[in-house]
């Protein structure tokens, strides 16, 4: 970790962010605007490369709204192979880099009926249905404790002001949990019954890790699904990841003006 700490740091002259935000599939436009620095994953000691299309890879540090942020321009997944130690690295480096505030976002499947695609749902809680944790191994200690509490992991007032946000910004939001699974094969139309039979309101494959890791070093998360399609259902409707994708391109215009107002106001 030192050695990815300080690369990073002589890369970027020192900046020091006080937010961090991984941006999901379709979200990334707002690291194309603001970039003071960029490093793509590549280039970084102790990084693992993404490989999903619409994820571009690259670290991009900026001064937004007179916060320090630190963005995550594409993410890595479970099920690109990579292990769960992996994929939560770049929070525990965003911990020890001084960052104080996640916001984790993601493109999701709606469970529930009343959500269509393009809107924005703010996760209230989770449900880690991915069948591991990125906290089993060695405990290190200084991050945070062997059995980290998990009631509070989305913090209520960053829930507050991000609903007070988009009341401000006219824009429609939404609220509800965040089921995990691993991927990457969609959900059955059963498993999407038993999904909202078991109170998931949407369903996505990332952003889990990465809340449980965050919570377990101390960082105050904040999570926004952006919903891409009705997840699928006994209706016959089929799904394809180009499809997730136009959905979140519809979206990243709100989107991204959500993201501002909530940095500006954080
Ligand atoms: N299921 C799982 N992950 C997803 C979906 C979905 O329907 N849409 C976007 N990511």
């Keep these: 970790m030192q050695n990815t700490v300080d690369?990073?740091?002589?890369?970027t002259n020192n900046f020091e962010p006080e937010i961090g935000i991984i941006l999901g599939s379709g979200l990334g436009e707002l690291?194309?605007?603001?970039?003071?620095?960029?490093?793509?994953?590549?280039?970084?000691?102790?990084?693992?490369?993404?490989?999903?299309?619409?994820?571009?890879?690259?670290?991009?540090?900026?001064?937004?709204?007179?916060?320090?942020?630190?963005?995550?321009?594409?993410?890595?997944?479970?099920?690109?192979?990579?292990?769960?130690?992996?994929?939560?690295?770049?929070?525990?480096?965003?911990?020890?880099?001084?960052?104080?505030?996640?916001?984790?976002?993601?493109?999701?499947?709606?469970?529930?009926?009343?959500?269509k695609p393009a809107d924005l749902m703010i996760i209230k809680d989770h449900i880690n249905f991915m069948g591991t944790n990125p906290l089993i191994g060695a405990n290190d200690e200084t991050m945070g404790e062997r059995f980290p509490d998990m009631t509070d992991v989305y913090k209520k007032n960053l829930i507050n002001l991000a609903k007070k946000?988009?009341?401000?910004?006219?824009?429609?939001?939404?609220?509800?949990?965040?089921?995990?699974?691993?991927?990457?094969?969609?959900?059955?139309?059963?498993?999407?019954?038993?999904i909202r039979k078991l109170g998931g309101d949407a369903v996505g494959m990332s952003t889990v890790p990465e809340a449980i890791v965050a919570n377990y070093c101390g960082l105050n998360v904040l999570g926004i699904s952006c919903i891409t399609n009705a997840a699928s259902s006994d209706k016959g409707s089929k799904l394809s990841h180009e499809e997730v994708i136009e959905a979140a391109n519809n979206a990243k215009t709100k989107f991204k003006s959500l993201i501002l107002e909530i940095l500006k106001n954080i």
Excluded at 7 to 11: G, L, R, S, T
Excluded at 59 to 75: E, H, P
Excluded at 165 to 190: F, H, M, Q, R
Aim: with cysteine; proline share 4%.
């Design 165 to 194: 946000c988009a009341n401000d910004l006219n824009i429609d939001i939404k609220e509800g949990v965040y089921w995990a699974n691993s991927g990457p094969s969609y959900e059955t139309p059963a498993e999407i019954n038993m």
């Design 7 to 11: 690369f990073i740091k002589e890369k």
């Design 31 to 115: 690291a194309d605007e603001y970039c003071d620095y960029v490093i793509p994953y590549t280039q970084i000691p102790n990084f693992v490369k993404s490989t999903v299309q619409g994820h571009k890879g690259r670290l991009v540090f900026a001064d937004i709204s007179g916060k320090k942020v630190l963005m995550m321009q594409g993410r890595n997944h479970f099920y690109e192979g990579h292990t769960m130690q992996e994929i939560t690295y770049p929070v525990k480096i965003m911990k020890t880099l001084g960052v104080k505030t996640l916001i984790l976002t993601n493109a999701a499947g709606a469970v529930n009926e009343s959500f």
